[in-house]
């Protein structure tokens, strides 16, 4: 299979590149300086150099609360872009399978949210990502459309690396734990995706790992699993508060791969002892 990445040095960008191309897929990898997903004729440019299967768009604007001073910023890159590349990919007849998130939906659920229940996003950043999703849907005819949650890699940033660093820094450290969530290592995200992909069904889809936790809970095995004694203090969303609104409760129901008869992506501790034992060997400080 032919893929074309974009966003390819990103945490799930770069994870997707090593797990692709180890298992004998050609890969053709791409950054904003190589691909801006809102230029049409850097798309078209690297369509016709790639000669792609499937485009995968891991490309997107992440800063969740400098969204909501940079609306435009983040629609531009959230928005605009998907609906270039899903124009692109509809004329070549290409599979575009497009990355999203759990900040489409308002958090207010109090059991996991499945692929059919009704998005309604509270920050720029989460409505941002639902328009991309509609202009993916509304003009890619085969499209996948991926949501996922609570990301880290090992390429970071992310909360494990910022978790371990604030520690070995003796900062003292004040975690909400009024926020869950699912927090999924990409290294079992990105052979998910494969298996998606390789099944060419169109639709929307919930990729994590399984199981939930709160910020708090999920700070308190990161050191226990480092086998770092340190205080996390648990506060309130209240005590922390942030521009942009995070979801209360973003647990993701993965219903529809449940229902194609595939496993479940493993519990969310057994990501991070996985990635935990891989940032180790890779000489990550602090881990």
């Given at each position: 299979?032919?893929?074309l990445?974009?966003?390819?040095?990103?945490q799930?960008?770069?994870?997707?590149?090593?797990?692709?191309t180890?298992?004998?897929h050609?890969?053709?990898?791409?950054?904003?300086a190589?691909?801006?997903i809102?230029?049409?004729?850097?798309?078209?440019?690297?369509?016709?150099?790639a000669?792609?299967?499937?485009?995968?768009?891991?490309a997107?604007?992440?800063?969740v609360?400098?969204?909501e001073?940079?609306?435009?910023?983040?629609?531009?890159a959230?928005?605009?872009?998907?609906?270039?590349?899903?124009?692109?990919?509809?004329?070549r007849?290409?599979?575009?399978?497009h990355?999203?998130?759990?900040?489409?939906?308002?958090g207010?659920?109090?059991?996991?949210?499945?692929?059919?229940?009704?998005?309604?996003?509270?920050s720029?950043?989460?409505a941002?990502?639902?328009?991309?999703?509609?202009?993916?849907?509304?003009l890619a005819?085969?499209h996948?459309?991926v949501?996922?949650?609570?990301?880290?890699?090992?390429h970071g940033?992310?909360?494990?690396?910022?978790?371990?660093?604030?520690a070995?820094?003796?900062?003292?450290?004040?975690?909400?734990?009024d926020?869950?969530g699912?927090?999924?290592?990409?290294?079992?995200?990105?052979?998910?995706?494969?298996?998606l992909?390789?099944?060419?069904?169109p639709?929307?889809?919930?990729?994590?790992?399984?199981?939930?936790?709160?910020?708090?809970?999920?700070?308190?095995?990161?050191?226990?699993?480092?086998?770092?004694?340190?205080?996390?203090?648990?506060?309130?969303?209240?005590?922390?508060?942030?521009?942009?609104p995070?979801?209360?409760y973003?647990?993701?129901d993965?219903?529809?791969?449940?229902?194609?008869?595939?496993?479940p992506?493993?519990?969310?501790?057994?990501?991070?002892?996985?990635?935990?034992?891989?940032?180790r060997?890779q000489?990550?400080?602090?881990?």
């Open positions: 299979m032919k893929l990445l974009t966003g390819a040095d990103g799930l960008g770069r994870e997707l590149f090593d797990t692709a180890a298992s004998g050609a890969v053709h990898a791409t950054t904003r190589g691909c801006d809102t230029d049409a004729a850097a798309v078209a440019s690297n369509l016709e150099e000669t792609p299967d499937v485009l995968v768009n891991c997107a604007w992440t800063r609360d400098a969204a001073s940079d609306r435009d910023g983040a629609f531009r959230n928005a605009l872009g998907p609906r270039v590349l899903a124009s692109a990919c509809a004329a007849d290409v599979l575009l399978v990355l999203s998130t759990d900040y489409v939906f308002d207010t659920a109090t059991d996991p949210v499945d692929e059919w229940q009704q998005p309604c996003p509270r720029a950043y989460g941002s990502k639902l328009a991309g999703e509609a202009e993916v849907r509304g005819r085969r996948q459309v949501r996922t949650s609570w990301l880290y890699g090992s940033p992310n909360f494990v690396l910022t978790m371990l660093r604030a070995a820094s003796g900062t003292p450290l004040r975690v909400v734990s926020q869950v699912t927090p999924t290592w990409t290294g079992h995200l990105a052979p998910a995706l494969l298996r992909i390789a099944r060419d069904l639709g929307t889809f919930h990729l994590t790992n399984s199981g939930q936790v709160s910020w708090h809970g999920f700070a308190q095995e990161i050191f226990a699993a480092s086998g770092i004694a340190t205080d996390v203090a648990a506060i309130t969303t209240a005590d922390w508060p942030t521009p942009a995070r979801p209360a973003s647990v993701l993965n219903r529809v791969w449940r229902l194609l008869g595939e496993s992506l493993p519990d969310w501790r057994d990501g991070l002892h996985a990635y935990l034992a891989a940032i060997e000489g990550v400080p602090g881990a």
